[in-house]
């Protein structure tokens, strides 16, 4: 059997005045989305439990089969699993975001999509001039950097109780009141601050100034956490795997699981990503995989930006070019199953992730179709089809 899921990041929205009372899934034309839900079944799923916070990485370690209240250690260790990076036993890893602050308002969570080049430049200079005593900055792609806290010390310097606040939950607010609280807080703070005077007169950010882009005025620390510990995915659920994401956080998950990653290039992460060139891929990788898992981030970006056109349009390109040629290439290898499912809700009135239910599609060998004709939040309410913990999603989608 072959088993195909696709991931729309942040998709599930609500109603919109804009759109007549219709969500964006409604309002979207998905025909290869409404196939799947014609000739399977629609529910929904929560993959965030009330305790965390409603973030990728518990929502698409919850998806793709695990626990989070079990499994969950944070956001950065997830991306530094995606470098190779090693982290031992004491040590933390902590999500490091280039942005843009302006009168302790948060301008823009990605410093304007700055380009990787140039943040690894700016990380570098970070590192020089901040780093040490255990402290590495470490580049990663565009707006989203590494720093990890190495220590021998099993006690700190941070804990459970290490409060941080993601920077693209404060577009447009004032910051103040978010910074980091708790445990070991002085030191991000510190970082933070100090990041200010780094890069305040960088040759990257003259430059950006000049160009009319916005600078990176500073780094942002959130996320963090110690190396999780996950049961590979082919000795939970007997089945080999492997993911296309442009995303670390993606591609961390796949590393710990055990899943072959495949770069594809023209991904970006973003609502210019190559979206044929991900269809493609997928299809391809049926032949040597069990379970091919293509992510898509560009509805998440397009929600974060309060952009209701773009997140329609990223829909019908993952419609179009991801779901009906991996769907045609399913049916060429005999029996299969596809599951369609964002990780979490991201309405665009919050430009921000939220708890909720998602919808969810299922088709393939031996699901009896429902009733659903549609691929969608009122299709999936009206079902009976309910996983309140999102995580058992995974068992019943493969069978187990």
């Known amino acids: 059997m072959k088993y195909a899921i696709v991931i729309p990041d942040g998709c599930?929205?609500?109603p919109q005045e804009s759109?007549?009372?219709?969500?964006?899934l409604q309002s979207a034309r998905l025909p290869a989305m409404d196939a799947v839900a014609a000739a399977g079944v629609v529910g929904r799923s929560s993959n965030v439990p009330p305790s965390l916070a409603p973030g990728s990485d518990v929502a698409n370690l919850s998806l793709l089969g695990y626990n989070p209240l079990e499994h969950f250690t944070g956001r950065a260790p997830l991306e530094a699993a995606a470098q190779g990076i090693a982290m031992g036993p004491n040590d933390w890893a902590v999500r490091c975001n280039l942005v843009t602050v302006e009168d302790q308002v948060m301008k823009d969570f990605t410093a304007g999509h700055i380009s990787t080049d140039e943040a690894t430049l700016l990380i570098r200079a970070a590192h020089e001039q901040l780093?040490?005593?255990?402290?590495?900055?470490?580049?990663g792609i565009?707006?989203?950097?590494?720093?990890?806290?190495?220590?021998?010390?099993?006690?700190?310097p941070f804990s459970a109780d290490t409060r941080t606040t993601p920077p693209h939950d404060l577009t447009g607010r004032s910051v103040l009141d978010d910074y980091p609280r708790g445990p070991g807080s002085d030191l991000l703070n510190r970082l933070m601050n100090d990041s200010l005077e780094a890069f305040a007169d960088h040759p990257v950010n003259r430059a950006r100034r000049a160009a009319g882009k916005p600078p990176a005025t500073n780094v942002w620390l959130w996320g963090l956490g110690r190396a999780p510990r996950l049961t590979p995915f082919a000795s939970r659920y007997g089945t080999t795997g492997a993911m296309i994401t442009a995303v670390d956080l993606l591609r961390g998950l796949a590393s710990l699981l055990g899943w072959k990653r495949i770069e594809v290039p023209g991904a970006t992460g973003y609502t210019d990503t190559d979206y044929a060139a991900k269809g493609r891929c997928a299809a391809a990788a049926l032949a040597e995989a069990d379970l091919v898992c293509v992510h898509v981030e560009a509805t998440d970006e397009a929600s974060h930006e309060g952009d209701t056109e773009a997140k329609i349009k990223a829909l019908e390109q993952i419609d179009r070019?991801?779901?009906?040629?991996?769907?045609d290439a399913l049916k060429s290898h005999g029996a299969y199953r596809i599951l369609i499912s964002p990780d979490h809700?991201?309405?665009?009135r919050m430009k921000t992730h939220a708890h909720g239910y998602v919808p969810?599609?299922?088709?393939?060998?031996?699901i009896e179709p429902d009733s659903a004709a549609a691929y969608d939040e009122p299709s999936a309410a009206a079902s009976p089809l309910v996983f309140e913990?999102?995580?058992?999603?995974?068992g019943y989608f493969l069978g187990k």
């Open 142 to 156: 565009s707006y989203r950097n590494l720093m990890l806290v190495r220590t021998d010390d099993p006690d700190g």
């Open 345 to 348: 809700p991201t309405p665009v």
């Open 389 to 394: 913990d999102g995580w058992r999603l995974m």
């Open 19 to 24: 759109l007549g009372g219709k969500t964006h």
């Open 131 to 139: 780093g040490g005593g255990g402290v590495e900055f470490l580049p």
């Open 360 to 366: 969810w599609t299922i088709a393939g060998e031996g």
């Open 12 to 14: 599930a929205d609500e």
């Open 321 to 327: 070019h991801i779901v009906a040629p991996l769907h």
